[in-house]
């Protein structure tokens, strides 16, 4: 079953603009993992945030995670077309991880 | 370094035919996981390795799927007698520990259509 629930389901933004998704969870974590997904294949991973961290930074890339709502969100700021892809947080507890449903961003020239 | 590789990348079966999916992890890495992702769906858990630990199958969605890992490397995922809806791209990831960040790398995926 699925841990996260992201929102929103799609978006759609120009180049330039700062794209926002949110991701909620149900059970308590270890940390929260963003990932990145083209064209339906394998995922690369962007940024983990520990359960004791509140903010967290890599490039363009800002997460923020809040345990007492059990929700995080990735901002990438300054988006390109190139960022087209869709997004999975996927929290950590114990062994394995649990993605979410994802959110589709697409990016327009 | 060489990442996750997967094969085939692609594969088309009848159904009631049986398939095995090959997942060659990183070098090195003791956890090794499966994943299913139906068209326009998240990551659905199937079963996690860990090292000589016995596997986590708690995700299979029937006693027709199986999985193997031999000597802490490759592994297989078995699916007797495909159905149509079992058509989707099965992933697999590995990370360095059970334990720790558990950040994973992803194979490409290799899509299965039954049809």
């Known amino acids: 079953s699925q841990q996260g629930e992201e929102d929103p389901q799609a978006l759609s933004i120009q180049e330039g603009e700062n794209a926002t998704m949110n991701c909620s969870y149900k059970t308590s974590i270890n940390n929260l993992q963003w990932y990145r997904q083209n064209s339906g294949r394998g995922l690369v991973h962007l940024i983990l945030i520990r359960s004791n961290e509140r903010e967290k930074h890599s490039g363009r890339l800002r997460v923020t995670l809040d345990t007492s709502k059990k929700s995080s969100s990735l901002l990438i700021t300054a988006s390109r077309a190139a960022d087209t892809a869709s997004y999975f947080c996927a929290t950590r507890n114990t062994d394995k991880l649990i993605f979410g449903t994802g959110t589709r961003l697409q990016v327009f020239p | 370094g060489a990442g996750v590789s997967q094969s085939p990348s692609n594969k088309v079966t009848e159904k009631g035919k049986d398939v095995e999916l090959r997942c060659d992890p990183i070098s090195g890495h003791t956890a090794l996981y499966w994943y299913r992702q139906s068209l326009g769906q998240g990551l659905e858990f199937l079963i996690y390795?860990?090292?000589?630990?016995?596997?986590?199958k708690s995700g299979l969605p029937s006693d027709r799927f199986s999985a193997e890992r031999t000597g802490g490397s490759v592994s297989t995922l078995t699916i007797q007698r495909t159905q149509q809806e079992d058509s989707a791209v099965y992933l697999c990831?590995?990370?360095?520990?059970?334990?720790?960040?558990?950040?994973?790398?992803f194979g490409p995926g290799t899509r299965l259509t039954v049809t």
């Open positions: 990831a590995s990370s360095l520990a059970g334990q720790g960040s558990g950040e994973q790398y």
């Open positions: 390795f860990q090292g000589n630990s016995a596997p986590d």
